[in-house]
């Protein structure tokens, strides 16, 4: 198995609150980042795809077809938004970028996983000394308690 990487970029504003939560306890909670009026961060994504090398191309994927995908499913989605009032399910949950490379998952296994190649892993660059790495929902069982 080979593993290929696809890196982009998109700019998003959002706040960090849990509505049951008060003000004071979401800004214990979260600190500036829970001030309604939100922040933006110039977020860094890379999705990384495995798979077998096919033997006529040489390749796991197109390579285009990788980055439109990404343009279809993230970006377009996600570049210049509010997350917390335009991008659903963050409506719903707090946008950690945590729960964004889920998100990002969900969005992107659906339109690549095939017989020859899947999606392998989700990295999430927040800032440049924060990230997110994210390997699907199997690798949760994994996790112990």
């Not at 990788?66 to 343009?71: A, H, P, S």
């Not at 659903?88 to 950690?96: A, E, S």
């Not at 729960?99 to 017989?115: G, L």
């Not at 390997?135 to 112990?144: D, H, K, V």
């Amino acid at each position: 198995m080979v593993k290929i990487t696809r890196k982009v970029e998109f700019s998003a504003s959002h706040y960090c609150a849990v509505s049951d939560l008060s003000d004071s306890e979401n800004e214990s909670l979260f600190g500036k980042a829970a001030r309604p009026t939100g922040h933006g961060h110039n977020y860094v994504l890379e999705v990384t795809v495995t798979g077998k090398i096919d033997p006529i191309s040489g390749m796991i994927m197109d390579l285009k077809m990788l980055k439109d995908l990404i343009n279809e499913q993230v970006i377009d989605i996600y570049d210049h938004r509010f997350l917390n009032k335009e991008v659903p399910p963050f409506d719903r949950c707090v946008p950690t970028p945590e729960n964004i490379a889920v998100d990002i998952w969900k969005r992107m296994e659906k339109v690549i996983n095939s017989k020859n190649h899947e999606l392998h892993q989700i990295r999430l660059w927040e800032t440049p000394d924060l990230y997110v790495d994210y390997l699907g929902p199997n690798s949760e069982q994994n996790f112990q308690r």
